[in-house]
């Protein structure tokens, strides 16, 4: 790999989630807006990158990243807050259960691993709309070696 292709991991993990069938039907985006339906939803971001301790002596020709991705995963009820944060706990466990089974990401990176993340829920209401929201981050750390080579 000459260069770090971020968006390129960033749609692997994308599709990891759309391909596990105890996720059928959340819809996942990538760096984008939420979609227009209130439905469960992962957003993919990269968040940030760093140069981790003990850098291979290649002649600078190769450096590994630690590539930081935040996965906000979300839900949404008519019922209550409660209902909304049950369902996204269901949803976070399953997105963290289909992450941990693909620690390459399908051979993109050299490993990948998870470092929990924030939680939110709150009450949602406006002109279109009237609920509850809840959501969940799942920060998922990939290991990368971009070379010249």
Do not use: H
């Not at 829920?121 to 809840?134: F, K, L």
């Amino acid at each position: 790999m000459s260069r770090v292709d971020y968006y390129s991991i960033a749609n692997e993990v994308r599709e990891i989630i759309i391909s596990d069938p105890t996720l059928e039907g959340v819809q996942v985006t990538v760096e984008d807006d939420a979609p227009l339906d209130s439905g469960p939803w992962v957003s993919v971001v990269l968040v940030n990158r760093s140069t981790p301790m003990g850098q291979p002596l290649a002649n600078g020709t190769r450096t590994r990243f630690n590539v930081r991705f935040s996965l906000w995963c979300w839900q949404f009820s008519l019922e209550s807050t409660g209902v909304a944060s049950k369902l996204r706990d269901d949803l976070v466990g399953k997105v963290e259960v289909a992450l941990m089974a693909n620690r390459t990401l399908n051979d993109k990176v050299a490993s990948s691993w998870l470092e929990g993340g924030d939680m939110m829920s709150e009450r949602v209401q406006n002109d279109n709309i009237s609920g509850y929201i809840a959501g969940g981050e799942v920060i998922l750390i990939a290991d990368i070696m971009a070379s010249t080579i």
